[in-house]
Nanobody, 115 residues
Framework: QVQLVESGGGLVQTGGSLRLSCSAS????????MGWYRQAPGKQRELVAT???????NYADSVKGRFTISRDNAKNTVYLEMNSLKPEDTAVYYC?????????WGQGTQVTVSS
């Protein structure tokens, strides 16, 4: 059974930084495409960043140069380092694991950026 547990969200001022963590069980993160998505109130869930099995990364244009996705294979954990945060980054951030028939989500962690 796949389980993804996000942590690291919180309240931060504009320009601040946060690091989100996604701890996985039931899968090996390096064998999956792992991603971070976010959903703001009244909006659809959107892609933030992904990292493939081969380590290639992809970012939404809105976060390029500010966010970095990475993984620690030894800890079976995926991270999202977020810098220069803006109020429009406020959302619930979700971790996702995808490969073949598996498409699993975590419960989400709230990120709030105050102006």
């Amino acid at each position: 059974q796949v389980q993804l547990v996000e942590s690291g969200g919180g309240l931060v001022q504009t320009g601040g930084s946060l690091r989100l963590s996604c701890s996985a069980s039931g899968i090996i993160v390096s064998s999956y495409t792992m991603g971070w998505y976010r959903q703001a109130p009244g909006k659809q869930r959107e892609l933030v960043a992904t990292i493939t099995r081969g380590g290639s990364t992809n970012y939404a244009d809105s976060v390029k140069g500010r966010f970095t996705i990475s993984r620690d294979n030894a800890k079976n954990t995926v991270y999202l380092e977020m810098n220069s945060l803006k109020p429009e980054d406020t959302a619930v951030y979700y971790c996702n694991a995808r490969f073949l028939s598996v498409n699993s989500w975590g419960q989400g962690t709230q990120v709030t950026v105050s102006s």
